[in-house]
């Protein structure tokens, strides 16, 4: 039995060798104490304080695996992808993958040998998961984004609610739930839904005394946010909605001499996206443009600002995605840009993209009868998917359906894949059956079994480009052939430029029109609702822009930040702040705009610069350039 002076020592070992830290942050300690001696964990902690820590460390200390159940593969894959880097041995389960790779992950959870398996929720009531995690032994299990357990959570997952049902059948072994962003009543449903045992609660305030948070109301976005990134050269993100806004901005700004500039979204190959995000990491001075595809499970600690081109579409979201700037506690900034023309439209977009219960069932339906899927059927193949196919048949409009489509995604009624991805392929055959084909075809999978190798035994990942190189036949072609192989029943064949679909749950009528009708419902309605407490946020002028977040998440007696672009507002109204000075002397160096002028001023409001560059102008020591820049005289 190992003593408790030698246990410090190795938990302090551990953080050191594997994560290079001499030390635990706020409540980490007392938390990994927790999970060791067995205690069911409830831990409430802001984005950028380390929760990730706090199950993995234990998970090396213990003896086993720890299951860590946790709802996005993106977050899964970026977090083992993390943990092997620093060689910790841990995999993830999903849907994406064939029998042949699971079976290979369970077997060296049985052995001992992985200390972390990621799983999404639907998987523990997944008959070959529950008859293999029978033979592995757990150490303990994490429930990441624990919030997804409320229905009044942003991102409400019912799958969630089966994991009490798994703790019944594993009752020795203790829980611990993670969230960033809960609300009490959410809180509350945590607990009750895990059925957490007498739990050790850590808890820390929402308060980030660290970020100054700005709300600006802008028409021309393109050019706000040139000003705020030309006189920057720190590392940030810039959040955008769409994957065309992150492309056009990028160029804008590349067009505008700021070099240190990129994109990031969904639509990228896996290899440019690994480019992008180790070059932002390890830079000091790059800049990210990104839908939210970007941010999830990041370790990088010296993000000075982080913009938001537009809204996001909840306060948690927004909170979650601010966060990610000034981990290493120094001074940040959360730019919050919109006009009321956007926000309109963003009304407009929520009501398009919600369908009515017919509309609902007419997509799901088709879906299954595009692939002659009959009732309480489970086809095992995956299908090429064509969204413009259901909105010709259907007459519904492309977002209707891709909201439903991501919902089915959601609840692992499909896995729905839309991003750029490795091809996949299987030969359907024996490879002594193959010289009985036709000789065309007999030729052409010879070639591909001396290319990729494993293809008749299970489904193989392969890049059309790579083969193409090997073969010196043109990708094109390539693609042509598998495809008809393909319909003559010879191979299965995944073209991962587009989208597929693969069933995981057998057709139920019954069940698609009434309980993930009311299900999507359910969602939808919360969505609106969110969208409503984030539009009061960014809108309202009166309050404290911190203290609004922090009433939110219900801590109700916090104090004005005295730092926030409201908070600025009423201290200038005040005391009418002369800052003739730094004016002058910013000048000095070069004419500005007041929209530069504010940058350059800790983002001092424009009617403030203003007031004083009258003061400046009738003293005739400054004058005006053009209509909008000023310059000393």
């Known amino acids: 039995m190992i003593s408790q002076q030698d246990f410090q020592e190795l938990k302090f070992k551990t953080l050191k060798h594997f994560w290079g830290y001499d030390h635990f942050r706020d409540s980490q300690e007392s938390i990994i104490d927790s999970i060791i001696s067995e205690k069911d964990t409830l831990v409430l902690l802001p984005t950028g304080a380390g929760k990730s820590l706090c199950y993995q460390l234990p998970a090396l200390l213990k003896e086993g695996t720890c299951l860590i159940i946790s709802p996005l593969l993106a977050l899964m894959k970026d977090q083992v992808n993390q943990l092997k880097s620093r060689g910790i041995e841990a995999e993830y ?117 660290n970020i100054k948070i700005f709300t600006e109301e802008v028409s021309d976005k393109f050019q706000r946010v040139f000003d705020i990134l030309k006189f920057t050269n720190e590392s940030g993100i810039v959040y955008v909605r769409t ?44 800049v990210l443009i990104s839908t939210n595809a970007f941010g999830m499970g990041i370790d990088k600690d010296n993000v000075r600002f982080v913009i938001h081109y537009s809204p996001a579409p909840s306060i948690e979201n927004y909170y979650q995605e601010i966060g990610r700037s000034g ?27 919600i369908p009515s219960k017919t509309e609902f069932i007419k997509i799901v339906n088709y879906l299954y009868s595009i692939f002659q899927v009959a ?64 000789q065309k075809d007999a030729y052409f999978l010879e070639l591909m079994l001396r290319t990729i190798s494993g293809i008749t035994t299970h489904k193989v990942m392969f890049s059309e480009q790579q083969v193409s190189n090997k073969i010196n036949v043109g ?118 705009t007041i929209e530069e002028l504010s940058i350059q001023l800790s983002y001092h409001s424009r009617e403030n610069i203003l007031e004083n560059l009258i003061f400046l102008l009738d003293s005739g020591k400054v004058k005006m350039l053009n209509f909008r820049t000023y310059m000393l005289v």
Not at 398 to 414: P, R, Y
Not at 497 to 519: C, G, H, T
């Open 243 to 286: 994957r065309k806004e992150a492309e056009l901005l990028s160029e804008f700004l590349q067009k505008n001499q700021l070099k240190n500039v990129d994109y990031f979204h969904a639509g990228l190959t896996a290899k440019e996206k690994n480019t992008r995000q180790n070059i932002w990491n390890k830079s000091d001075n790059s």
């Open 93 to 209: 389960l999903s849907s994406e993958l064939d029998e042949y790779d699971a079976e290979t992950i369970y077997d060296r959870c049985k052995e001992g040998l992985t200390k972390m398996l990621y799983i999404s929720p639907e998987r523990i009531t997944n008959k070959q998961f529950l008859q293999n995690i029978e033979e592995i032994q757990l150490s303990f299990i994490a429930v990441d984004e624990a919030h997804c357990i409320s229905e009044w959570g942003q991102d409400f997952r019912p799958s969630y609610q089966n994991i009490k049902d798994f703790r019944h059948n594993n009752p020795k072994i203790p829980c611990l739930a993670l969230t960033a962003t809960a609300t009490p009543k959410v809180l509350d449903e945590i607990k009750l839904k895990l059925e957490l045992k007498e739990p050790k609660v850590f808890q820390k305030s929402f308060k980030r005394e």
């Open 475 to 592: 990708i094109t072609l390539i693609k042509e052939r598998l495809k008809e192989l393909q319909q003559k029943g010879y191979v299965e064949y995944i073209d991962g430029a587009l989208a597929s679909v693969k069933f995981l749950k057998p057709r139920d009528e019954r069940v698609n029109n009434s309980i993930y009708w009311k299900l999507f419902e359910h969602i939808q309605k919360n969505k609106i609702q969110k969208w409503e407490e984030m539009k009061f946020f960014l809108e309202n002028q009166q309050y404290c822009k911190m203290k609004l977040i922090l009433a939110y998440f219900g801590e109700k007696n916090a104090k004005n930040c005295g730092k926030c672009s409201v908070c600025e507002k009423n201290k200038q109204s005040i005391f009418g702040k002369n800052i003739s000075v730094q004016i002058v002397n910013l000048l000095a160096k070069r004419p500005a």
């Open 327 to 353: 981990r290493d506690g120094n001074e940040s900034f959360a730019f919050l840009l919109w006009n009321q023309q956007e926000i309109l439209n963003f009304d407009q977009i929520l009501k398009n993209q």
């Open 375 to 438: 009732e309480f059927e489970l086809p095992e193949k995956v299908f090429q998917l064509n969204t413009a196919g259901i909105q010709n048949f259907t007459k519904l409009s492309n977002a209707k359906i891709k909201n439903v489509l991501n919902f089915l995604h959601n609840q692992e009624i499909i896995y729905f894949n839309e991003n750029k991805s490795l091809s996949s392929l299987q030969i359907l055959m024996q490879a002594d059956e193959i010289d009985q084909l036709p």
